[in-house]
């Protein structure tokens, strides 16, 4: 399922990020169930999916404590309450330089 043109597009071995939001909107909630099990399910799933998912959390910790972050002038942030806030549009951030 992985590479199945039928669902990638013929371009499915190349590296192209932006197929991930074609149009604009999140490819991942058209796709049909199970077309991307990028660690497998049940009991044969991968043995370092939670050693993986816990690095890309130490990861993103440490980028998000060492990096500035700060909302963009001109992008006004238009929030929808749904049970929790959801930021219509996505919010338009400069990141900066490691802070000291």
Known sequence: MHQDPA????DVKAFRPS???????ALQNQLPKGAYVPFGVGARSC?????????????LTILLKSLTFQVTDGH???????GAADF???????????RP
């Open 7 to 10: 669902l990638w597009g013929e």
């Open 19 to 25: 197929r991930w939001t074609e149009n604009g909107r």
């Open 47 to 59: 043995l370092g999916m939670r050693l993986a998912q816990a690095e890309a959390l130490i990861v």
């Open 76 to 82: 006004p942030l238009k929030v929808k309450y749904l």
């Open 88 to 98: 219509v549009g996505g919010v338009h951030v400069s990141v900066g330089g490691m």
